[in-house]
């Protein structure tokens, strides 16, 4: 299966599809803790402070201050971010899978015919394991069947729709109210600090540009995902891109570093992920010579969001863990690091999980 789709069928689960109520991945739930003491800089006044705080802080610090030996010239301080369960939310089923699949069942009654054909009617149906079954194949189908013949403007401005009455079951909340709030204050500090701050992720580059500058005050210039091939055209003298439904760039794995130099052209001074598929970003980053920086997030909150790290279908982290311990990456907590997870969450409702 192609990309996120890849990635994402394998950890979805038919409550997506209904829209009903999710519950929490087992994981590696851990007994409610409550939160510690806010953190004394008011930049990143989201984040408990810990150990992991004051090592990103200290970094920052040494790199941008002229008098220090590691210091870094503006132009250099590249920051690189993954998106799902780096920013936002990714469980039970990443949010443009969500998306793909509820344009489906849209789209549905002008295509009786998707009764009868894969792997429509497996979604239609509720089907999972038909869906995965269909590889491939039924991704491409469906990505020329939703996506093909759109223009770039009329494809933004679907999302731009969906995002503005789409909500998670499980939180009751919508999906650009999810973003992590520590890490949109850490883009916040390092933007104040000279960084330049990108998003490279597996999901399409069209489908995060629409929220990125409004979720993360990351520009579209500045996000790095999946590609499909356009065509040129004019109508009427206009000018137009339209999709389809040919894959250009599947951004994952070891194609995340390649994307990096060709569209920046730097090594990244800072790199931040989740999940195993983001290893060779942060190996790339760590690298280069000089002071360089990676961290993962690991998902151990079960109350607030999620706990799922070694055995997760989708996002799993594993030989992360291990690497991180071996080469000094920092390793976030998200119950024990962050003091509020979702954007605009008061500190009660995060402490008692609602």
Known sequence: MIGWMRRCWTGLTVVVLCACTSTPHAGSAQAARPARAPSGNSTMASWNDT???????????????????????????????????????????????????????????????????????????????????????????????IHAGLTTDSFASIVHDWFDTASDPRFNRPYTSLA???????????????????????????????????????PPDEVIGSTVRYQYGLVNGVASLTRTAQIDTINEGTLKPQTIQAVIGRRPLMAFGSSDDDLPMLEWTTSGDGPRFAALVHHTDAQREYAYDRTARSGKLDKGLEEANVKGWLIVDMKDDWRTVFKGETDGAAAAGK
């Open 180 to 218: 992590y709030q520590p890490m949109v204050d850490l883009l916040t500090y390092l933007r104040a600090n000279g960084f330049k701050t990108y998003i490279v992720a597996p999901e399409s580059v069209e489908f995060m540009r629409t929220i990125s500058q409004r979720m993360y005050g990351v």
């Open 51 to 145: 150990p992991a705080e004051r090592s990103i802080i200290d970094f920052v610090t040494r790199v941008t201050t002229p008098e220090s030996k590691d210091f870094v010239p503006r132009a250099e301080r590249i920051a690189v971010f993954n998106l799902d369960g780096t920013l936002w939310v990714e469980q039970p089923a990443s949010v443009q899978l969500v998306f793909t699949l509820q344009r489906v069942k849209t789209l549905a009654p002008h295509h009786p015919e998707w009764k009868r054909q894969e792997p429509f009617r497996s979604i239609l149906r509720g089907n999972l394991k038909g869906v995965a079954s269909s590889g491939d194949a039924g991704a491409m189908k469906l990505l020329a069947a």
